[in-house]
């Protein structure tokens, strides 16, 4: 598999490890044909994206053990899909971005510059 990039060009860096996030559940925001949700932007959760992604019918806060899925916290990363975190962007509450672990892929949903006013270092 050719080496993924990130949206600053670069080669892409793990988002979180613990939980272990990324379509591929590798850590990393990596994407193919068959992630159709694009789960690409790598996010660090807070209280008031969770609650928003909640509402919209994505509970990431609680745990499924089914799913081996611990439920995530405020401060952990993980990998969002890029379309969710734009429409979290325009209802005021985007979680911040780890530019260097965010596929090169979310450039096709989000604009780099609204990544950029997210933007933590990693």
């Known amino acids: 598999m050719p080496e993924s990039l ?3 060009g ?10 272990l996030t990324g379509y591929f559940r590798d850590g990393c ?21 969770l609650a928003f992604s909640k509402a919209a019918g994505n509970d990431l806060s609680t745990p499924r053990l089914e799913f081996d899925f611990p439920g995530l916290r405020a401060g952990d990363r993980w ?6 975190w734009l429409e979290a962007y325009h209802a005021g509450v985007a979680p911040r ?17 609204h990544l950029r006013e997210y933007a933590l270092e990693s």
Request: some cysteine.
């Open 10 to 19: 670069l080669p892409l860096q793990p988002c979180s490890l613990k939980p």
């Open 97 to 113: 971005v780890i530019l260097q672990a965010t596929h090169l892929n979310a450039l096709g949903v989000v604009s780099l510059d």
């Open 29 to 49: 925001c990596r994407t193919d044909p068959t992630d159709h949700g694009l789960h690409v932007v790598c996010a660090v959760m807070d209280a008031r994206f």
């Open 79 to 84: 990998c969002l899909c890029a379309a969710r």
């Open 6 to 8: 990130n949206v600053l």
